[in-house]
């Protein structure tokens, strides 16, 4: 269920408020980027988005899920910065 690959489209469309924005910011098809959305329902988990006026919106279930994975991205970047710096080398 926390896929960091999944956790950045949706942070992508969050920020973008558009599926084809948000693909094309990805590098990704627009199709490509639903079928994302289509494995997250089906793996279970209520409905991330909704569509309306033009824009997708997050419910209430999404702004909890990018809560949670915008936490868990700022911990991956943390954690990889920190095994990166020249401190923890060898010399």
Same mark, same amino acid.
């Given at each position: 269920?926390?896929?960091?690959?999944?956790?950045?489209?949706?942070?992508?469309?969050?920020?973008?408020?558009? *599926?084809?924005? !948000?693909?094309?910011?990805?590098?990704?098809?627009?199709?490509?980027?639903?079928?994302?959305?289509?494995?997250?329902?089906?793996?279970?988990?209520?409905?991330?988005?909704?569509?309306?006026?033009?824009?997708?919106?997050?419910?209430?279930?999404?702004?909890?899920? *990018?809560?949670? !994975?915008?936490?868990?991205?700022?911990?991956?970047?943390?954690?990889?910065?920190?095994?990166?710096?020249?401190?923890?080398?060898?010399?």
């Amino acid at each position: 269920m926390f896929d960091s690959r999944q956790m950045e489209y949706i942070i992508a469309i969050d920020d973008c408020h558009s *599926l084809s924005k !948000a693909a094309d910011k990805l590098y990704l098809s627009q199709s490509a980027l639903s079928q994302q959305l289509v494995k997250l329902k089906e793996s279970g988990l209520p409905p991330l988005f909704q569509y309306k006026n033009g824009q997708m919106n997050t419910t209430i279930a999404g702004k909890l899920y *990018l809560n949670g !994975a915008r936490t868990i991205m700022n911990l991956k970047d943390e954690f990889m910065r920190s095994i990166s710096d020249d401190a923890f080398t060898e010399k």
